[in-house]
T-cell receptor, first 113, second 115 residues
Framework: SQQGEEDPQALSIQEGENATMNCSYKTSINNLQWYRQNSGRGLVHLILIRSNEREKHSGRLRVTLDTSKKSSSLLITASRAADTASYFCATAPGGTSYGKLTFGQGTILTVHP | EAEVAQSPRYKITEKSQAVAFWCDPISGHATLYWYRQILGQGPELLVQFQDESVVDDSQLPKDRFSAERLKGVDSTLKIQPAELGDSAMYLC?????????????FGPGTRLTVT
């Protein structure tokens, strides 16, 4: 079952522009993570934000988390053609779950050179 | 940099046949996950191991799927018999607990086509 819903489902931009993807979830979480998947490949972890954090940065990535709205956003600044991929948010519940993640449906990002 | 290994990368099988996938996690990672990803969707957890023990297999179709991690290191996922609806990417991931959270490291996946 998919907990997260991502918006938009697809995003097409030009190189140099910023890309923003949103994720909403339903139940309380311990943390929320973003992953990238290049076509036909495995997923790569991008960033983790804990439930007591509101914003986190990593290079050109900025993630925000609003637990009251049960939503998160991923901002990629100054996008590059190499950023073309699918992006997934994944939520980790609290308690003894050994890191079980529930993934959203993903946003397909296309960056045109 | 250590990686999760999976084999085979691609598998074509006929329905009703048996198929098996293998995963070797990053050394020292106690937690191992198997996911199924249907084209256009996010990964869905099938089974999760902590060392050699199954901690979550609630989404595993147990009538045809089985998974084991006998020595708490590498793992095998089996489907018998395969059905057309099993065509998907099967992903293995491993993780280590760090500061109360788990970041997952994924293998390249096995693309299964059932004909």
């Amino acid at each position: 079952s998919q907990q997260g819903e991502e918006d938009p489902q697809a995003l097409s931009i030009q190189e140099g522009e910023n890309a923003t993807m949103n994720c909403s979830y339903k139940t309380s979480i311990n943390n929320l993570q973003w992953y990238r998947q290049n076509s036909g490949r495995g997923l790569v972890h991008l960033i983790l934000i804990r439930s007591n954090e509101r914003e986190k940065h990593s290079g050109r990535l900025r993630v925000t988390l609003d637990t009251s709205k049960k939503s998160s956003s991923l901002l990629i600044t100054a996008s590059r053609a190499a950023d073309t991929a699918s992006y997934f948010c994944a939520t980790a519940p609290g308690g003894t779950s050994y890191g079980k993640l529930t993934f959203g449906q993903g946003t397909i990002l296309t960056v045109h050179p | 940099e250590a990686e999760v290994a999976q084999s085979p990368r691609y598998k074509i099988t006929e329905k009703s046949q048996a198929v098996a996938f293998w995963c070797d996690p990053i050394s020292g990672h106690a937690t191992l996950y198997w996911y199924r990803q249907i084209l256009g969707q996010g990964p869905e957890l099938l089974v999760q191991f902590q060392d050699e023990s199954v901690v979550d297999d609630s989404q595993l179709p147990k009538d045809r799927f089985s998974a084991e991690r006998l020595k708490g290191v590498d793992s095998t996922l089996k489907i018998q018999p395969a059905e057309l609806g099993d065509s998907a990417m099967y992903l293995c991931a491993s993780s280590l607990r760090r500061q109360g959270a788990y970041e997952q490291y994924f293998g390249p996946g096995t693309r299964l086509t059932v004909t």
